[in-house]
C-alpha cells in the first residue's frame, strides 16, 4: 500500500532531550513537509524539502532540524533548544504542485 | 498580515443547509489551491482542489477562486452532520518556493 508513515504515534519527552519523528513515504513524492498543530490551532510550517540533500526553513523552524537524505525520508528532530515542544506534529508530502498528502502523525508530550 | 486567512468560527448550520467557508491569501502569484477537512484527532484530508478562477464543484462541495481578490471559499451544499470537522484552507505560494501554507482553520458544526 502506498501512503506516508509517521512513527511513533505517541511520544514522551522529558526536558532537555532531543527526539527524532520519523516520516517515510512510498509514494515517489519530491517534496516533504512538517507542520506542528496545537489545540485549536491550524497548521504551522516548521520545514519543507523539494528535493534530496536541501530543505528550507518554514515559520517556527526555531529548535527543530531535518534531513533529507532519501527521497523516501524527511526525520524531524526537535531539540533542546525548542522549549514548548507538545504539540501534534504532522508530516506530509506531494508531487511538486499539486496536493499534499498527510501521515497519521505523532502526537509529542513533554514529561 | 497572514499569508492565509480564513474566516473566524466556529460556524454551526442545520443540517440540510449551506456552509460557506471562506478564505483569503496574501501571494498574488500563488497558482494552488486546497481545501483539507480534519476531524478532531485526525490528520488533514484533502477535500477539493482548484487552479482557476471560477467554480469547481465535486458532489456536495463547490469550490470558488478568484485570483483578482485573492479570494477562495468552500460550499458546502445539504450538510450533514457527518461534516462537522474543522476545514483548513491551503495555498502554494510560488515566491517561496512552492511552500505550502495552511490558514488557522474554521470549525464547522451541523446540527441534526
Known amino acids: 500500500d502506498g501512503g506516508i508513515t509517521q512513527s511513533p504515534k505517541y511520544l514522551f519527552r522529558k526536558e532537555g532531550q532531543n527526539v527524532t519523528l520519523s516520516c517515510e513515504q512510498n509514494?515517489?513524492?519530491?517534496?516533504m513537509y512538517w507542520y506542528r498543530q496545537d489545540p485549536g490551532q491550524g497548521l504551522r510550517l516548521i520545514y519543507y524539502?523539494?528535493?534530496?540533500?536541501?530543505?528550507q526553513k518554514g515559520d517556527i523552524a526555531e529548535g527543530y532540524s531535518v534531513s533529507r537524505e532519501k527521497k523516501e525520508s524527511f526525520p524531524l528532530t526537535v531539540t533542546s533548544a525548542q522549549k514548548n515542544p507538545t504539540a501534534f506534529y504532522l508530516c506530509?508530502?506531494?508531487?511538486?504542485?499539486?496536493?499534499?498528502?498527510f501521515g497519521q502523525g505523532t502526537r509529542l508530550t513533554v514529561v | 498580515q497572514k499569508e492565509v486567512e480564513q474566516n473566524s468560527g466556529p460556524l454551526s448550520v442545520p443540517e440540510g443547509a449551506i456552509a460557506s467557508l471562506n478564505c483569503t491569501y496574501s501571494d498574488r502569484g500563488s497558482q494552488s489551491f486546497f481545501w483539507y477537512r480534519q476531524y478532531s484527532g485526525k490528520s488533514p484530508e484533502l477535500i477539493m482542489f482548484i487552479y482557476s478562477n471560477g467554480d469547481k464543484e465535486d458532489g456536495r462541495f463547490t469550490a470558488q477562486l478568484n485570483k483578482a481578490s485573492q479570494y477562495v471559499s468552500l460550499l458546502i451544499r445539504d450538510s450533514q452532520p457527518s461534516d462537522s470537522a474543522t476545514y483548513l484552507c491551503a495555498v502554494r505560494e510560488e515566491t517561496s518556493g512552492s511552500r505550502l501554507t495552511f490558514g488557522e482553520g474554521t470549525q464547522l458544526t451541523v446540527n441534526p
Open positions: 506530509a508530502s506531494s508531487i511538486s504542485t499539486m496536493e499534499a498528502f
Open positions: 509514494l515517489n513524492h519530491d517534496a
Open positions: 524539502s523539494q528535493i534530496v540533500n536541501d530543505f
